[in-house]
């Protein structure tokens, strides 16, 4: 009789052994598909973890150095590895004739100072260090974008002093007496359309002699291309590649845990001479969470590990008692001409017809069970559908870990069949 017809006959047979063995390699495989996927799962939530705490560096321009912060520098810079966004900075100041501004020491003198704000050019508002540290916070209306021209956002207590909403504009103008503009620039000028409104939310302490420019309510944040325009304005004869960002670019990082590696990699960059720059860091967010974050992945490897270890003990025992309980049998195989080989082939075959679809069972309901324990878990994993991770990889891995365990428990119980000839087994059961 066919090895496979004599393993089916068994399987079918003993009913209550075969049924015991579906639900325990369902119950272990199941438990391990879980144990793979929250693995795998909490690794990713701890790298989306680390990019929503966000980690940044910054590069300035020295003192005392040549070394510039410019455009060709930014297009460099912003390709390395680990960046995911930048923001170029540049602090330019106008004219607002007829704007109201928060009042400083020059309010009532009418001169340049009472409507001179501050103007932050930025290629993405949302990532200046004031809205990354919640100073600012939006309120209506959206950040400026990289795209944006002749755009703006400004304060909430600006726009209520002037009865302004979004979709209203403002005018700015380099005159005599605006801090930073040579004679020969005087008469540049840019209309802004309001696109957003912030609001303050810590308060910076001021004195009677602080000028309006200086007051944090002041800040005007506008489109880079405003900036490069008025920058040219200034310097006429310079190429737009040669455009510095007077304060800077900001590089933020996809995970901030590499923060000394990609600087460090920078550095190694022909890009520029990077001791005449200042490159400084902020992590300080990821640093005051990279704890829990870590405790949370070791913490899933470890149970992984116990997971599957217990699985594979539990299981391994199970089998290797079962099998040796087959003894007589075997030797009753063994008398009707079947190999110690054959034998241990058709028991294998057994568990193997018994696991195959215990593991369908289990690729399953791990995949309905996983939903469960995504709300038994909170927000732990958030943003992160624990389903998605049961997958070809996770279900490779316990389909050869169930294959393999059950071969070699098997071989391991079939040891005294293969060693002894047939005549030497029959003498041992009689």
């Not at 009472?114 to 004031?130: A, N, Q, V, Y």
């Not at 002093?161 to 008469?187: E, F, K, M, Q």
């Not at 365990?405 to 060693?419: E, K, T």
Request: aromatic share 8%; glycine share 8%.
């Amino acid at each position: 009789m066919p090895v496979g017809k004599r393993a089916w006959l068994y399987v079918s047979r003993n009913k209550k052994r075969s049924v015991l063995l579906f639900l325990l390699l369902t119950a272990l495989m199941t438990i391990s598909l879980l144990g793979l996927a929250l693995h795998a799962a909490s690794k990713d939530a701890g790298k989306l973890l680390r990019s929503s705490i966000g980690g940044y560096f910054t590069i300035q321009s020295a003192a005392d150095s040549d070394e510039k912060v410019d455009e060709r520098l930014l297009q460099q810079v912003k390709t390395l590895d680990n960046i995911s966004r930048y923001n170029g900075v540049d602090t330019y100041y106008l004219y607002t004739e007829g704007l109201q501004l928060m009042p400083g020491s020059n309010h009532g003198t009418g001169l340049v100072g009472e409507f001179m704000p501050k103007l932050i050019g930025c290629t993405d508002s949302s990532l200046h260090e004031r809205f990354v540290a919640v100073s600012f916070q939006l309120k209506e209306g959206r950040h400026i974008q990289a795209d944006d021209q002749g755009k703006a956002v400004i304060s909430e207590a600006v726009a209520g002093r002037n009865h302004l909403s979004l979709g209203d504009t403002i005018h700015g103008s380099a005159v005599n007496g605006v801090r930073g503009w040579p004679p020969h620039a005087w008469g540049a000028e840019q209309d802004f359309e309001i696109v957003g409104i912030y609001t303050t939310v810590r308060n910076e302490p001021v004195s009677p002699s602080t000028p309006e420019c200086d007051l944090q309510e002041n800040i005007i944040f506008t489109d880079i291309a405003a900036a490069k325009a008025f920058y040219q304005s200034k310097f006429p004869d310079r190429d737009p590649e040669e455009y510095e960002y007077g304060s800077g670019i900001m590089l933020f990082l996809e995970d901030p845990a590499h923060m000394e590696e990609t600087v460090a990699a920078l550095k190694t960059q022909l890009y520029a001479d990077w001791d005449g720059l200042i490159l400084s860091e902020n992590n300080a967010a990821y640093t005051q969470a990279a704890g829990p974050i870590q405790q949370i992945e070791v913490i899933s490897l470890l149970l992984l590990l116990v997971i599957l270890v217990l699985s594979v003990a539990i299981l391994a025992l199970i089998l290797l008692l079962w099998t040796r309980e087959r003894t007589t049998e075997a030797g009753i195989l063994i008398s009707m001409g079947l190999s110690p080989r054959g034998v241990m082939k058709q028991i294998i075959l057994e568990n193997d017809m018994v696991g195959a679809p215990a593991f369908l069972a289990a690729a399953l309901l791990s995949r309905g069970i996983s939903g469960i324990l995504e709300r038994w878990l909170g927000g732990l994993l958030q943003n992160i559908c624990l389903a998605d991770y049961i997958g070809l990889p996770q279900l490779a891995v316990v389909l050869l870990c169930a294959a393999a365990v059950i071969a070699v428990s098997v071989l391991l119980a079939c040891i005294p069949f293969l060693r002894q000839k047939p005549r030497e087994i029959l003498t041992t059961l009689s």
